[in-house]
């Protein structure tokens, strides 16, 4: 049966081996594990008419060192997991043809021709069931068409050969003659190949789930460290960070990271609340001179902070598994612990040497009287190799002690010290404290995987598993990595780059999904350049220029209209090709990056047919912008790689698009670029994706001027006033009886207001983590209630949801699922006519998000309600004594730039309607520094103002809790006070590489 989209490979049995003359057929790679890591066998053989078979006649003639299931497994006519990888180019058809291509295959299997990962099907060898899929694709001859095939034998299955097929032009499919297939490898891919399978390597944690797992590549062998506290009886392990909204539930401290593994450290809270923590785990691991980061060291060690705290109770432990390969085949190896008074695991992984982990022994010489027991200093240490040499067992035989451990680690973590310190300072100085965030966030957030190799997530914690990649979040996170690693930044550069067999880069791709309807920002293009420019690296621009050119045709042709101008939009595909959002509204605004943003509210998508893009009725100037700063940028990697005929198409693109945005989009009386919609109106709604024009320099240097002081430097725009970052005034002091103070549970995501007077705090579920909310003006109240009965008032009473666990006060249930628990205590005037002048609207808010129900009356409560829509009112009520007036929006902006201005009706709300975000202020303060605006004074005050308060937001938290979060508040710079702010994001490092770069650190 077809399937629209993907592509084809024939399995075919015990087919004879043919060779091929001279340079045809693919370049083939012989693997003894499923992650196709180093190769048994790289050879030159070729084949020919497409078959594809092992480099030996069965997979395994010879044990692999170390490993024994393969022999015993052929006794029994069975065989172990292997693995292949061929390498090659595809030629012979015409331009203008319509290429088919299948796949008929059992076990595991990838294939990718020319970038594209047309099957992905990596987890079907267990079942061993048949595939079949075709695709189809139009030639280009001008197009280098790679191709690299991937496959997994199942366990216990027959060797099986594969065989590409294609049809040319709507004929029958048949082998790929052998003329048609060539093993020369451009030189690009080699390179590709070497660098991620060297960066790929050693102990790190790379395994997404587990922070504590330190994980051993090539094998797989992952090692936990856990701490037990047996006076609590509780076990901790796990991830990186966690929110700190009060001091009970500040857990995890993450410190420094290295990319490769060789020095880490984190700080578990244990005992005692976050401001004042009793007993804390600090575990470092630090990798074992000479043994090429294929041993390490892991020291857990208690910390009392001083307290003289009692550590009795404490005890660690590892345990050790396999992942990756384990997870995908099923042929896990087998682990054992020794019976040798060593207490060694041994853990023997199919088709590599053995990985060992040992309790290193107490300073005395001898081991603890159990493993994992803490010396004398509240020490214990893991010692973890990898049998492959030598080398590496002398290594690891050299640190037997506990007090050796500490030693190793102490010199590595010594020699990261002295590297950041001659670089940017000690610690304490803002230069440091920002590099040392920015490598924490990428270090931790780091990690391996079969589809992917080494690549870095936005966080540990965002998105599906085993891995979740968006584009404009991961283009970002390579420039955050070039600050230390010229290969994690491509690695990341590569997996990202990735366009589906329609062109573009999709906005997102996960294991088990991408979505092929849509993009996201078109950042990839100026950040490949950016890479160049610092490193200078021709084959990386040779290597992705090709999905580059094909995501900005697909750009012109699917989202830029008969104007030039650049529209939102989601192609209408079928399910298998997207997330089943495709062609809804909020499948074109999710393009945009901006998710809930203010400037597409009440916007309805334009459907369309099938494989016809469905279109959002409205010209971006954020996306026109960025379109232009990739055709800038291609322009300029075309001539890099000779391509003149490339670079004048490029220009000729962009000098359309920059035409039409001057004419269209910039609205001279209010001094900034504009949406346009489709109607021919300009729209109002003003983010900092209006300033996208001064990327390319297609913005006049008068344009520029005024953007920056009318807005960029304005408190009714984007805050970078003088007082941009000072502090609220002290907590006013209120009286208790009858005031509606409001309360917060994070446990219920509820807000509840009560009164002292009449029984707060002891709410409905009163024990579940509620909180009295504060705020720069102090404790947050909804004005005074009457506690009695008053002519002319009403009565409220309590409700409360379980469905939504949600407290609310009212006269009557709004919804079916609210109960009447009975008296609030309190009573509303109905009238405000015997009231003294300025008494409060006592409201009802929904948000339906949160399924919660929120009562307002305070004016500045009425600023913060975001996304919550009124939606009854229940009275009136006096102000709350000396509680000072609503603060203007310049008082409420405090760390720029808002992601809506601060003059917005929706600032300040959530998310994208009004908080702060890393990737706005970088993309600002590149237009901001292009060269064209050089020479303007406001242009540079508001490029300084811009860089000094995304330090300060950044380092506020970070400093803090060790935090870097998704999104901060623009008027706290707090990102903890929301539930949609991951708090270790790594693209809120964008926020202090800004500062680096202003000053030419980066």
Known sequence: SAMWGVPFLAVALAVAHREAGGDQGLRAAFYTNAMLLEPTTVTDVRVTDGVLVPPHSSPLTAPHAGHTEGAAGREGGQTATWGMRWDGILSGADTGETITMAVNVTGGIRLWVHQWKVVESWDREINSTLLTARWNFTWDSNVVYKVRVEYINPPNETPAALTLLWSRAGGPLEPIPAESLSATVPASELERQRMQAALGTGFATWWRPSATTHVHLPTGVGFELATLD???????????????????????????????????????????????????????????????????????????????????????????????????????????????????????????????????????????????????????CVIVAWDNSTTITAAASAVKTVGDCAAQVKLSRERVDTALTSQYGAVGTADRDTVDAMRSVVGWNTMWDPRIKVATPVSRSFGEEPFEMWLWDTYFCTLLASEDSKELAYSNLIEITRPTVRGNVPGFRAAPT????????????????????????????????????????????????????VFLGSDNLPRTYSDGAQCKTIAAKWESGLDNSP??????????????????????????????????????????????DDVAYFQQLGNVTAKAANALMWNESAGIYQNLLFTGELSSRVSPFNFHMMMSGSATEAQATVMA??????????????????????????PSNGILQLWYSKE?????????????????NGSAGYVQVDDNQGRRAEGQAETSAVPGARELRRFYSAVNRDNMVGFDALDASYADIGTAGLWVHQTSASL???????????????????????????????????????GWVLPTPNTPPPPSPSAMCKFGLPSIAASDPAYPGEYWRGRTWGPMNFLVWKGLAHPRYADIAEVREARGRLAATSQA????????????????DAGSGVGDNVRNSNPFYTWGALLGFVALADKGLV
């Not at 309807?517 to 293009?525: E, F, I, L, Q, T």
């Not at 995501?749 to 002891?762: F, L, M, R």
């Open 953 to 968: 937001l950044l380092l506020q938290e970070w400093r803090e809790h060790g935090h870097v979060h998704e999104n901060y």
């Open 748 to 764: 219920q995501s509820d807000n509840a207001i009560c009164s002292v007077g009449a029984g707060c705090p002891q709410t409905v």
């Open 599 to 644: 400037m597409y509210d009440d916007l309805e998508i334009e459907t369309a047919p099938l494989d016809q893009t469905c279109k959002l009725p409205i010209y971006d100037v954020g996306m026109t912008g960025l379109y232009l700063t990739m055709c800038t940028a291609m322009a300029e990697l075309a001539d890099i790689i000779n391509k003149p």
């Open 836 to 874: 003294p002048d300025g008494a409060w609207s006592l409201d009802i808010y929904w948000s339906k998000a949160r399924k919660d129900y929120q009562n307002i009356a305070n004016p500045v409560s009425r600023q913060y309600a975001g996304n919550y829509v009124k939606v009854a009112h229940l």
């Open 230 to 380: 047996t006076v609590a009886n509780t076990t901790v392990t796990g991830g990186v960070v966690d929110r700190c909204t009060s001091d009970s539930d500040c857990t995890v401290l993450p410190g420094p990271h290295t990319y490769n593994g060789s020095y880490t450290m984190l700080t578990t809270r244990i005992r005692g609340p976050a401001s004042a923590p009793t007993l804390s785990v600090v575990t470092e691991s630090a990798h074992i001179d000479g043994a090429g980061g294929h041993a390490a060291v892991l020291l857990m060690t208690i910390d009392t902070h001083g307290s003289g705290g009692n550590a009795a109770g404490i005890q660690f432990n590892v345990s050790a598994s396999f992942l990756f390969d384990c997870l995908v085949t099923g042929a896990c190896g087998s682990v054992a612990v020794s019976v040798d008074g060593t207490d060694t695991i041994v853990a023997q992984p199919t088709g590599f040497p053995a990985v060992r982990g040992v309790w290193a022994a107490h300073q005395n010489g001898g081991h603890a009287a159990a493993p994992g027991t803490p010396d004398a200093n509240g020490q214990a």
């Open 709 to 734: 002081t009318k807005w960029l430097m304005s408190a009714e725009g984007f805050c970078l006033t003088d007082n941009a970052t000072t502090t609220g005034s002290s907590p006013t002091t209120l």
């Open 514 to 565: 991408t979505v092929s309807d849509r993009s996201k920002p078109y950042v990839g293009a100026f950040v490949l350049l950016e890479h160049y420019k610092k490193f200078g690296d021709v084959w990386i621009v040779e290597l992705l220029y090709p999905s580059m050119l094909m995501w900005l045709k697909w750009i012109a042709t699917k989202r830029v209209g008969d104007n030039g101008l």
